[in-house]
């Protein structure tokens, strides 16, 4: 089942919920269906609003450890990223990101994945020389990363992405993922999720309270620099940026 947030085109500001299905939304107030709409006169908002906080996992020496992000804003399918002041290499990790679905402390692995609303795509832009100069003086990443992210198009709840596990039992994972700039495949590959996306419900729950609509994202998706690839430079105002990872869908970012 896909979630997600929208605003009808004819009532713009007000958000509603609902669930996608055959190409159609389904409107609903939290226990039944209270409207049909067609996708062309919607527009999908974050599937999430404003999150109590954001976890971005990196895989060290084979354990997963994390830092905070600003969770004050996140853009939608189809938003545009405003490239902040003094950023001059802009460059994209793309992620999988859980939305908690109930708070809990010291959740155990056996019952951790009862505590996964869904998963979506998250993109976390950065800059690549601004990271380069805080790694190099051991603060860990700053400025370089305090811009809006964006997550979506929809949450996947853990059902349909348990249909595509490598591995049933730790419910490990590798999944199609293709990356295009402005309409061109630049990186074709498959995320590889492992350890399980549940070890990080239960490392954050260690030592502090995971709350309901907390994000916690995955390791990014092992990608080059984006001068690297056949774009053969940083992402500039203009650029158009899809992240398709099977079956959460795939989340488009214009530059500006």
Known sequence: ?????????????????????????YETDGTQAIGL????????????GQPPSIREFENIAGKLRYTF??????????????????????????????????????IDSA?????????????????????????ALGVGAGISKDAPAAMGPFITTPEE??????????????????VSINGIEIVKSHYSIAPGLSNMLVDTSRSATLNAGDLL????????????????RQMQPGDSIQALIEPLGALVIKIV
């Open 1 to 25: 089942m896909k979630l997600c947030r929208f605003e009808l085109l004819q009532s713009p500001g007000q958000a509603r919920s609902g669930i996608f299905h055959d190409n159609r939304l």
């Open 37 to 48: 709409h067609e996708l062309s006169k919607v527009r999908l908002l974050a599937p999430t």
């Open 69 to 106: 992000a600003n969770p004050s804003r996140t853009l939608g399918p189809l938003g545009e990223f405003d490239v902040p002041p003094g950023w001059n290499q802009t460059d994209v990790e793309i992620r999988i990101v859980i939305t908690a679905k109930d708070s809990g402390q010291q």
């Open 111 to 135: 019952e951790a994945s009862d505590f996964i609303l869904g998963c979506s795509v998250y993109l976390r832009f950065f800059d690549v020389a601004l990271l380069q100069e805080e790694t």
């Open 161 to 178: 992405l348990e249909a595509m596990a490598s591995n049933k039992e730790k419910l490990e994972y590798q999944l199609p993922t293709t």
């Open 217 to 232: 994202a995955y390791p990014p998706f092992q990608k080059p620099l984006l001068r690297d690839t056949a774009l053969g």
